[in-house]
T-cell receptor, first 109, second 116 residues
Framework: SQQGEEDPQALSIQEGENATMNCSYK?????LQWYRQNSGRGLVHLIL?????REKHSGRLRVTLDTSKKSSSLLITASRAADTASYFC?????????FGKGNQVVVIP | DAGVIQSPRHEVTEMGQEVTLRCKPI?????LFWYRQTMMRGLELLIY????????DSGMPEDRFSAKMPNASFSTLKIQPSEPRDSAVYFC??????????????FGPGTRLTVL
């Protein structure tokens, strides 16, 4: 399956702490993307990491990609209450973008 | 830019009725995607268009579902007849043409469909 799968499924942390989510996949990819979805809204693209990249940063986000293990991680540093959302990884390959089922992250003020 | 526009935002209908969902992609984006999101199955790609032509409709669940893109600024997803198991949030997304379908996608707010 091309589809990414996130782990853990749900995460509850205190404001200011770091949140880490993992994503695993099964086949080769062109790139891997992370999206955020706030309740009742559409998905918003956060960051894209290409298959030849190992790490990428964007603001408080840090993404890693290990193609040998077919896994990626998303780290949100210094979390804020506004980071409360579901986070999805999406694997780009096989002519489509395939989404995982998402991670629910709750940041407690 | 207004982003991807979807209408209606909410639709409640009775089993057997026809449902039409509408999407206006971001101007300049000529690739458009329809997704369905449920708790059980997550986010599923139904169909995507490139330059108004359907490229991959393998995710369309059955013949009751059809999608059209008559021009670069408008697409519809139709369910006829609708069934309770079609209840879900339907998202439309668009992206610019370079390296489709691997670019970042821009999602609309979704249409929450409830079939009674």
């Amino acid at each position: 399956s091309q589809q990414g799968e996130e782990d853990p499924q749900a995460l509850s942390i205190q404001e200011g702490e770091n949140a880490t989510m993992n994503c695993s996949y099964k086949t080769s990819i062109n790139n891997l993307q992370w999206y955020r979805q706030n309740s009742g809204r559409g998905l918003v693209h956060l960051i894209l990491i290409r298959s030849n990249e190992r790490e990428k940063h964007s603001g408080r986000l840090r993404v890693t990609l290990d193609t040998s293990k077919k896994s990626s991680s998303l780290l949100i540093t210094a979390s804020r209450a506004a980071d409360t959302a579901s986070y999805f990884c999406a694997t780009a390959g096989n002519n489509r973008l395939a989404f995982g089922k998402g991670n629910q992250v709750v940041v407690i003020p | 830019d207004a982003g991807v526009i979807q209408s209606p935002r909410h639709e409640v209908t009775e089993m057997g009725q026809e449902v039409t969902l509408r999407c206006k992609p971001i101007s300049g984006h000529n690739s458009l995607f329809w997704y369905r999101q449920t708790m059980m199955r997550g986010l599923e790609l139904l169909i995507y268009f490139n330059n108004n032509v359907p490229i991959d409709d393998s995710g369309m669940p059955e013949d009751r579902f059809s999608a059209k893109m008559p021009n670069a600024s408008f697409s519809t997803l139709k369910i006829q007849p609708s069934e309770p198991r079609d209840s879900a949030v339907y998202f439309c997304a668009s992206t610019h043409p370079d390296r489709v379908p691997y670019n970042e996608q821009f999602f609309g707010p979704g249409t929450r469909l409830t079939v009674l």
